[in-house]
């Protein structure tokens, strides 16, 4: 979960790490801290607790300066966001940057404890830096020091050390959590993500599973897991570095409910014509794949699992074939039962979600193919899926998923139409279904004009602390990811229902203290829906309903309604979840919450 970055560099790095620090703060933000060897050849630190802009205040009251160094921005597992728990963590000569979890921890702890080593931390980082350190003694090498170490250690890891020792020389690992190694002139840089690199490069390297890369200002050595010397390809980056610039916009997540007008376009753009879908879209051999799929199993996690519940209904009402859908860090832990000829569909937003990428390989040989449907080119859920789709969204800083979330839905509704034109799915309703698809942006416009009557409308959620939200059929997902959205930036607790479920427990929390929040397209079920709202009204709950503009709703003393365009039924789903998002975000503005950095949560769940 944790993001970090190194350098090794002709010139001084430390702007170049806390550059980087800020372009991951995506990825965690209780503590930061550098370590780079200064010209005296010293180890020179700086922690701070809290963001990066903490350490960043340190750095200019009291320079640092070095040509080599490592970062790291925490998302804390063991031990509270704290000075003494940050990172870079040193061992004498040493340090060491940390992204993952060591399992195993306590006992080498307990070992390295008996050799005279003194922890100062709650971390399991710390004992990578004492058992490195112990091995440089007997091998008087620190490449060799973190060969041997990594074959300690039980769990997940990215690693990024340096020794005053041998300067010019950093050390980079991976296994569990991506890593990439930026490619420069005269210098080259380790990341956990690209993005923190894309103002020093567009050259990466992305390290394999078991990779161990030796990195120096002019070359870098790249060893596999059996300690083979290998090659990996360097891949040019071409995308925009300003792409991931807040821009004129008060937050991240604001600027990305807007481009969804423009990324829900990407996410079609060659992968649909004007009345089919193109299967090459999902690469060498899909058709052949396809073309024996009987039933799916979908895995994901948080949001990508809204985005598959949805994916659900649209696989078993027009492709007619089974579906399953299940929560990643369930799923990979329990024994289950493949049917015959099943796709096994991955959903992740980083392609680096530990508990989808565990079920992915648990899974391995008792499914027909597998295939992703991810955002970022070159993670590890795309390399090892079978299949992949992009969803081509863009970077998504907010933690709170906004645009991933939708193109994940156009890319799963490409793939039920993929899937069910071998089944049930017509080539008349295969156009219609195209048709609406190409209507998406500019519906997307239209309802993001609706944003100054949300944010009147989010003035009644200011001193709330509950919220139910409602849907049925297929908004049901959509009333999850809803609610999902709230109580992460707002922290009002909120929790979503099928709407028929109402008499089965819900009713009870009904009442005027608790707003109740309606997605009511204009589909076959609305007749049943106006039901299940009028229990609520008939017991004092003021309802909140997101309704086609034809359904009929009107408005009283207890009933707020925002009209939605109407819009085609297959592509609802999608539309709805935009005021959704905007409720969410004017909410959490309203509250004076930190919208892009929700507290307790990172955007990347690279640990279990």
Known sequence: MCGIVGAVAERNVTGILIEGLHRLEYRGYDSAGMAVIDRNGDLAIHKANGKVAG?????????IKGHEGIAHTRWATHGAPSEKNAHPHCSDHIAVVHNGIIENHQSLREALSARGYEFVSETDTEVVAHLIHSLYQETDSLKEAVKKALEYFDGAYALGVISTREPNCLIAARSGSPLVVGVGIEENFIASDQLALRQVTDRFIYLDEGDMAVVSTDSIAIEDSAGNPVERKITRIKEAEESADKGEYRHYMLKEIDEQTRVLG???????????????????????VFDRVESVQIIACGTSYH???????????WAGIPCSVEVASEFRYRKTVARPNTLFVTISQSGETADTLAALRNSEGDYLASLVICNVANSSLVRESDLSLMTLAGPEIGVASTKAFTTQLVALQILAIALGRRHSLTPELETELVESLHLLPQICERVLTLSERIEQVSEDFAEKHHALFLGRGVEYPIAMEGALKLKEISYIHAEAYPAGELKHGPLALVDSDMPVIAVAPNNELLEKLKSNLEEVQARGGKLYVFADENSGFKEDENTVVVNLPHVPISIAPIVYTLPLQLLSYHVAVLKGTDVDQPRNLAKSVTVE
């Open 266 to 288: 990407n996410t079609m753009q060659g992968r649909i014509n004007n009345t089919q879908v193109l299967e090459a879209a999902f690469g060498v051999g899909a058709t052949e």
């Open 55 to 63: 350490l960043e205040d340190k750095q200019n009251a009291n320079p």
């Open 307 to 317: 985005a598959g519940m949805v994916a659900r209904y649209w696989l078993e009402d």
